[in-house]
């Protein structure tokens, strides 16, 4: 389970309400405390908002660095399918005729399908389970022609060459169904993340009534730069999110093959 049901600009709205309600919240409780309690001393409070907010920067970096890592991850498969595209078909030239052409063929549809599914548009769940389901079936066909190949010189290392680039291409498709769409942030992760966010904003909140000062416009200011944080942190962690991985390996290698046509 994750917060993709929610829009980036939803969630970042929601976040700005959530830590001026915390922060509105911790001013009354300060209020309540330093009307009751004359005696309540500042730097209690002070030490426990820095600590609180220590441990909020924590948790954003430690959060941050894995959508980060992701990120790199995903950047790296683009790159590597594309060089294992192009071995299978450049060692599909090894294949008999009518197979090479069909194999030919098919690995210039998985291509054209891997670049049209990464541009921006709607719907992009169905599209994407189409294009899962349709790079699988073009695998299953590929595999099953090199098979009756193989078969019939079962010492060809050509055979195996190209064998070995289908495996290749397989695994990489995998890896990018895992890496890119399957692998989230952790529920427990963004509730962590929230609950942190809650006790650091009430915290500032608390300190600023025990202290008897007036609300300051700042904390929307305050806000709005947690909430654009985590509104990035969301978006990195989407595979539709506004900040996408470049196709540009695979779209070069597109250009590539449509010109030996």
């Known amino acids: 389970m994750n917060l993709d049901a929610i829009p980036i600009a939803a969630l970042f709205a929601i976040t700005i309400a959530i830590v001026m309600l915390s922060i509105e ?79 030919r063929q098919l690995l210039r549809h998985y291509l054209d399908a891997r670049v049209a599914v990464a541009q921006p548009g709607t719907d992009e769940s169905p599209r994407l389970q189409a294009s899962i389901e349709d790079a699988i079936r073009i695998q299953r066909r590929l595999w099953a022609m090199a098979v009756v190949n193989a ?75 947690f909430a654009m944080v985590i509104a990035l942190i969301a978006t990195l962690d989407r595979p539709d999110g506004f900040i996408r991985v470049s196709q540009q390996p695979l779209v070069d290698l597109q250009g590539a093959v449509a010109a030996e046509r």
Do not use: C
């Not at 495996?167 to 890496?179: G, Q």
């Open 25 to 103: 919240l911790g001013y009354r409780w300060g209020n309540i405390a330093h009307a009751r309690k004359k005696g309540e001393k500042e730097p209690p409070a002070s030490n426990v908002a820095a600590t609180v907010l220590g441990l909020l920067a924590f948790m954003l970096a430690f959060t941050f660095g894995i959508v980060w890592d992701r990120y790199d991850d995903r950047k790296a498969l683009v790159r590597e399918e594309a060089n294992v595209i192009r071995t299978a078909y450049v060692r599909s030239d090894f294949l008999p005729e009518p197979e090479r052409t069909e194999a």
């Open 151 to 225: 078969r019939k010189d079962m010492n060809s290392d050509v055979a195996a060459l190209y064998i070995e680039s289908l495996n290749e291409v397989a695994a990489v498709h995998a890896s990018r169904v895992a890496i890119g769409l399957q692998a989230r942030v952790p529920l427990g992760i963004w509730l962590a993340l929230y609950g942190l966010t809650v006790f650091a904003m009430m915290s500032i909140g608390y300190h600023t009534g025990i202290v008897a000062s007036r609300r300051s416009m700042s904390t929307l200011i305050l806000a709005a730069s």
